[in-house]
């Protein structure tokens, strides 16, 4: 499962963090995932708990933030939201969009105890 690997990916970065910080506990992990990035949001929360389980991040609450989605269009050059990927230009209705925003996963903020 792809969302598992995503979870052992940001409690990576939230060790590191905790680290960095000396921090005893995480009480809160800020996520950022774009509407495009092909995450199921509830998938990643249940990994998410089992894989801190026993961690520094154990029992942390996960904030998800998702950014929608915006490509440009090659064809006639406008910047264009998207809903999820496949879509068309509501322009031109090419579908040669290129994603400029929202096929993104980041660890935006870390709240330590
Ligand atoms: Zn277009």
């Given amino acids: 499962m ?3 690997s995503l979870a052992e990916g940001v409690l990576q970065l939230v060790e590191d963090g905790a ?3 000396a921090a005893t506990g995480v009480t809160a992990v800020w996520l950022e995932i774009g509407a495009l990035a092909q995450v199921e949001v ?3 929360r249940f990994c998410f708990d089992a894989v801190t389980r026993g961690t520094v991040a ?3 609450r996960l904030e998800i933030v998702t ?3 915006l490509a440009w269009c ?3 050059g406008n910047q264009v ?3 999820q ?3 068309a230009c509501p322009h031109c209705g090419s579908h040669q969009l290129q994603v400029i925003r929202g096929d993104e996963m980041r660890v935006t903020e870390i709240e330590i105890a």
């Fill in 19 to 21: 680290r960095a910080n």
């Fill in 67 to 69: 950014p929608s989605g």
């Fill in 2 to 4: 792809h969302e598992m």
């Fill in 42 to 44: 509830e998938a990643l």
């Fill in 58 to 60: 154990d029992g942390a």
């Fill in 74 to 76: 090659m064809p006639c």
């Fill in 81 to 83: 939201p998207v809903a």
């Fill in 85 to 87: 990927r496949g879509d």
